[in-house]
């Protein structure tokens, strides 16, 4: 390891056309450390992560990749892991993993026992959870200092997303930055370090109890959930139906109360501590 700093971006917007994608955000990653960027769709995390990468340039702002720019040079010593996987998917399992391992001028790594059947499988004839493994397998196959994860997990069975999470932590114990972005919030307990992105900027960081920081939400019970539900959407009040339960963030359970005794609503309202996705809605309402 040359450097302590596997990510850093300071100041830096990007916008297409009129529009602001990322905007004057200032982050880092440091070496042997697992951080969460989480947001809502559309939050600007994906760009972030090509701007960190070198895959598009900064309108402003400056980015660094294991403290240089994220040049050729930078870029063969980080792993990355797209949304799409970034795997031929006409090519075998063993075929991918041969090809990256020569474009790096790497040793090919071995097949680890649970993909060790689908070694000579087409990638686009695997489960997307043997996918993403095989994706990991060639992301990591040149020992990169860097790892960036863009959804690693998305759409994978619990079990192989518990798989990929002690691969990401094995890679920050030996030493390599992670920069991993999440849409499953329970996941944030994975991660050293979160930073929240929402509309193009960072708009919170730190440990979850951090980012929730005194951020109150009220549970409502209510037999009528769907009209509860309607009422509340209807004034405008933030509203989230998880299930059958009802919760409301950063709202006064006396203005709860009103609208819903209003409209002849019968409910039991008890304030409850938030969850940070209700703090990530209270963050993005605000913006
Ligand atoms: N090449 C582009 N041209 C125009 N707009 C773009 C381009 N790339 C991204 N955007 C816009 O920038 C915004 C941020 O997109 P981005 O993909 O970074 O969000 P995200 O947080 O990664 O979302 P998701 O979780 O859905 O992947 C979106 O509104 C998107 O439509």
């Known amino acids: 390891m040359t450097t302590d700093q596997a990510l850093r971006a300071q100041s830096v917007t990007r916008r297409f056309g009129d529009f602001t994608a990322v905007d004057a955000v200032s982050m880092e990653v440091s070496s042997g450390e697992v951080v969460g960027l989480l947001g809502a769709n559309g939050a600007g995390k994906t760009t972030l992560i090509r701007l960190l990468l070198g895959l598009l340039a900064p309108n402003e702002g400056r980015v660094e990749l294991l403290g240089g720019p994220p040049d050729r040079a930078h870029r063969a010593r980080m792993g990355y892991v797209p949304q799409n996987l970034g795997l031929y998917r006409d090519l075998t399992v063993a075929e991918n993993l041969a090809f990256s391992a020569d474009a790096y001028n790497a040793a090919v790594p071995e097949i680890p026992p649970s993909l060790r059947d689908a070694r000579n499988t087409l990638v ?70 979160l930073l929240l992105m929402a509309g193009g900027a960072l708009v919170a960081s730190g440990s979850e109890d951090d980012i929730v920081g005194d951020t109150r939400a009220v549970a409502v019970h209510t037999a009528d959930w769907a009209r509860t539900f309607a009422v509340l959407n209807a004034a405008d009040i933030p509203v989230i139906l998880d299930g059958r339960a009802i919760r409301v963030p950063d709202t006064d359970p006396a203005t709860i109360s009103s609208a819903l005794d209003d409209a002849g609503v019968e409910a039991e309202i008890r304030p409850v501590p938030a969850t940070i996705e209700e703090r990530m809605l209270v963050l993005a309402r605000s913006r």
């Open 124 to 193: 686009g004839d695997l489960a997307l959870g043997a996918q993403r493994q095989a994706a990991f397998l060639v992301a990591l196959a040149h020992q990169p200092e860097v790892l960036v994860l863009d959804e690693p997990t998305s759409g994978v069975d619990a079990l192989s997303r518990a798989e990929l999470w002690d691969t990401i932590r094995a890679q920050a114990d030996d030493g390599v930055g992670v920069l991993v972005t999440t849409h499953y919030m329970e996941e944030a307990q994975h991660c050293d370090r």
